[in-house]
């Protein structure tokens, strides 16, 4: 068991490690949503097509008439092409795209964040108090083997399939135990331990994380379709 830790601690801290498929396609993701929330906002909030041909006309056309008789470029001690014409209508206003993508990414996160007290309530979660002492304890053990970072313990009684769920941000990771998980571990200890190292490893390696980013993401840029 120590050989093998230490060898994935080896691991984790090898600098020259490639990152996994699952962090390249989130960071696919993240680069993908916010080039389309930067169009988006762009097209939507910023100015019209037509109206930037429209001033780029005028705009060429005061510049042809101020330089029409020098090489096209300013004298160095004239006035400047933005104080003669103003700024050409072809640079784009980046603060309009930009504002956009950073309230979408402040939306994400807030929801990020507090997603697990709001999926705690909704869904009407049962978190293991004094009553479940002995079940806390067994699964607090199965925590420190693990070496995962503390845990909400919850259960969900009327759920009769056998399976757990974890989810969480980080400073309060959740795990839920379904109702036929629970049932199942006096009669098989080592599937009802199976099941939840399972869901601990999710915790430990941070995929939920990445999970419940990429599924708030997704229904924050397309909220009609998803």
Same mark, same amino acid.
């Given at each position: 068991m120590t050989s093998t830790a230490d060898a994935t601690a080896g691991r984790l801290r090898d600098p @020259? /490690?490639?990152?996994?498929? =699952?962090?390249?396609? @989130? /960071?696919?993701?993240?680069? =993908?949503?916010?080039?389309v929330i930067m169009h988006f906002v762009?097209?939507?909030?910023?100015?019209?097509?037509?109206?930037?041909?429209?001033?780029y006309a005028r705009y060429a056309a005061c510049w042809e008439e101020q330089h029409r008789d020098s090489t096209g470029l300013p004298s160095p001690g004239g006035p400047s092409a933005v104080e003669l014409c103003g700024t050409d209508p072809r640079q784009v206003d980046l603060w309009v795209p930009l504002t956009g993508l950073l309230v979408f990414w402040l939306v994400v996160l807030a929801v990020y964040w507090l997603l697990p007290a709001w999926r705690v309530r909704r869904r009407r979660y049962a978190l293991l108090g004094e009553e479940s002492a002995a079940l806390t304890r067994a699964l607090e053990a199965l925590r420190e083997r693990t070496g995962c970072e503390p845990v909400h313990w919850y259960a969900q009684p009327l759920d009769v399939r056998v399976s757990a769920l974890a989810f969480g941000r980080s400073g309060r990771r959740c795990v839920v135990l379904g109702g036929g998980l629970l049932a199942l571990r006096n009669r098989r200890p080592e599937t009802f331990e199976a099941v939840v190292l399972h869901e601990l490893a999710h915790v430990r390696n941070r995929d939920i994380d990445l999970s419940?980013?990429?599924i708030i993401s997704a229904r924050a840029a397309c909220p009609s379709s998803c």
């Open positions: @020259f /490690a490639v990152p996994s498929g =699952t962090s390249m396609r @989130f /960071a696919l993701l993240v680069v =993908t949503t916010s080039t762009g097209s939507r909030f910023g100015p019209v097509p037509d109206d930037v041909e429209q001033r419940f980013l990429t």
